[in-house]
């Protein structure tokens, strides 16, 4: 059976396939499910500074099997209210990272070390969210913003830091390094898209924000771009996502350069189990081909010397 544990960022992972923040990961109970279900690793939602209630319904649509196109708003119960629910996915013994969202460096770096004190082992910076005014890609599609905030995060706590990065940019792997730079000790890559849905009856979008973001198979191939850039752009690992559906999905991500990867949209189709099936697929798959360890195939697509 081929080795699925990587070390991402210092963190080791029993295997590589992480929940994506968002999906399935509000409350403590979810966490610790997702991670029964044999996650390698779960990211909680993006929390803020304050208890947010979202936009009003609709929120999410679905495209049959291969997407979803959400602006849920960033919905979460605030920094002050969550604590307890890391505390029950602690208990679990769960390998938690925590996200956040902020609107400026100082308040990320707040923000930020409030998760610390929770105990998670990582912290998971969005700056890629594309359908929150002030938050998100608002605040993350400038390197230098990116650098700044990544660096004052750095400055308040010891526990690595990952950049969220958006594909809503010409250059991602630009994101990268800035956040490279600032101290982050890992990037993730890919959130949503930016897309809309247009319901003719009603002439207006389908969601009531207008503009939301896209999640799913439909996106993979421009998650695996941005990881293909970003590979080459530093030396921080990478984490892949973006209609992560298979265990063949998320090897085309690991030797695109990603050292791990988050799934979101699978579980929102499909339920945890699918933590499970992805696993097995990818061992089965390793072992087929030949690689006795997951670490040997990141980045392997890449031309050698
Ligand atoms: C309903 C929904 C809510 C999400 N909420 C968050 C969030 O709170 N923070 C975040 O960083 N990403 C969020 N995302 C983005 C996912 O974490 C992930 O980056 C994206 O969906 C692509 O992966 P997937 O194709 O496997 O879903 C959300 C995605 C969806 C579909």
Redesign the pocket.
Known sequence: MADLAVRVAGIPLRNPFLL????WGESGDSLAGAWSAGAGGVIT??IGSDPRPGYPNPT?ETYERWG?L?A?G?PNPGIAEYPGEIAIARKAGATIIG?VFAGDAAEFARLAQRMEGTGVAAI?L?L??PHAEGFGTEVGSDPDEVEAIVRAVRQQVTVPIIA?ITPNTSDPAALAAAAEHGGAAAVSA???LRALAIDVELRRPVLSHGLG?L??SA?KPVGLACVWQIYEAVSIPVIG????MSGRDALEYVMAGARAV?????I?FDGVGVFDRLTRELSELLDRIGIARLEEAVGAAHPKG
């Not at 996502?241 to 992560?244: L, P």
């Not at 988050?262 to 699978?266: I, Q």
């Open positions: 994506a923040s968002g999906i939602k993006s999410i979803l959400n849920m960033l996200s998971e969005n890629s969210c969220k890919i959130n949503t973001g999640s799913g996106i996502v973006g209609g992560i988050e799934v979101g949209t699978a929102a």
